[in-house]
T-cell receptor
Framework: EAGVVQSPRYKIIEKKQPVAFWCNPI?????LYWYLQNLGQGPELLIR????????DSQLPKDRFSAERLKGVDSTLKIQPAELGDSAVYLC?????????????FGPGTRLTVL | KQEVTQIPAALSVPEGENLVLNCSFT??????LQWFRQDPGKGLTSLLL?????REQTSGRLNASLDKSSGRSTLYIAASQPGDSATYLC???????????FGKGTKLTVNP
C-alpha cells in the first residue's frame, strides 16, 4: 500500500512569490492534515479536512495561506505571497479516523526555502 | 492549552544499550498518544499508538507506556542499534479534538 505522497520534495522561491504544495493521502483515509514544522520543533497543525470539508483551520494564516480538497482525496496548500518566515517543512498526514484508532500517517514533507 | 515536553533533547549512547525516552503532557484528558521517528530530511514514521485506555504497546524492540494520571509516557528501546539514530517525537491527541500536539523531540545517536 502506498503511503502519503507529497510533491514537490523541495522548493526554493523568492519572497513575495506564490507557491503550492500537493498531497495525496493513503487510499481510504478520509481525514487529511497539513502541518508546519520549523527547524528543531515538532509539527504544528495548520488545517484538517474530513473528506472535502475543512473542519479545523484555526491555525491557518488566512491572509496568505489557502487550502483545498475539492473531491475529498488530493489536497493543495498554497501560500501567496510567501514571506521569509514561511521557510519550513510542510507535512501532510492522513488517517482513517475512529475506524483506525485515529493513527496518523505522514508524508515525506516539502521543504520550502524563501529567499 | 496542552503542552508536551520531551526530555532529554538529545541523547548519545553506545550500541547495545537499553534506553528510555521521556514525554510529559500537561492535560491528562487525552484520547491517545503516538510516538514517531523522524530521520533527517524525512517525514514522520509512526512507531506506536497508545489509546487512553491502554497502559502500554510493544513493537519489536520498542515498548511505550502511558500513565495518564501523571501525564507521562516513556519509550523504551532495547538493545539499541546505529540504525535507531533519529529524532523521536511524542504527540498527544486531546479528548474531543483531532489535533495532535507534538513535543520538540529527542535526538538519539547510537554509536557503533
Amino acid at each position: 500500500e502506498a503511503g502519503v505522497v507529497q510533491s514537490p520534495r523541495y522548493k526554493i522561491i523568492e519572497k513575495k512569490q506564490p507557491v503550492a504544495f500537493w498531497c495525496n493521502p493513503i487510499s481510504g483515509h478520509n481525514t487529511l492534515y497539513w502541518y508546519l514544522q520549523n527547524l528543531g520543533q515538532g509539527p504544528e497543525l495548520l488545517i484538517r479536512y474530513e473528506n472535502e470539508e475543512a473542519v479545523d483551520d484555526s491555525q491557518l494564516p488566512k491572509d496568505r495561506f489557502s487550502a483545498e480538497r475539492l473531491k475529498g482525496v488530493d489536497s493543495t496548500l498554497k501560500i501567496q505571497p510567501a514571506e521569509l518566515g514561511d521557510s519550513a517543512v510542510y507535512l501532510c498526514a492522513s488517517s482513517k479516523g475512529l475506524a483506525g484508532g485515529n493513527e496518523q500517517f505522514f508524508g515525506p514533507g516539502t521543504r520550502l526555502t524563501v529567499l | 492549552k496542552q503542552e508536551v515536553t520531551q526530555i532529554p533533547a538529545a541523547l548519545s549512547v553506545p550500541e547495545g544499550e537499553n534506553l528510555v525516552l521521556n514525554c510529559s503532557f500537561t492535560d491528562s484528558a487525552i484520547y491517545n498518544l503516538q510516538w514517531f521517528r523522524q530521520d533527517p530530511g524525512k517525514g514522520l514514521t509512526s512507531l506506536l499508538l497508545i489509546q487512553s485506555s491502554q497502559r502500554e504497546q510493544t513493537s519489536g524492540r520498542l515498548n511505550a507506556s502511558l500513565d495518564k494520571s501523571s501525564g507521562r509516557s516513556t519509550l523504551y528501546i532495547a538493545a539499541s542499534q546505529p540504525g535507531d539514530s533519529a529524532t523521536y517525537l511524542c504527540a498527544v491527541r486531546g479528548g474531543g479534538s483531532e489535533k495532535l500536539v507534538f513535543g520538540k523531540g529527542t535526538k538519539l545517536t547510537v554509536n557503533p
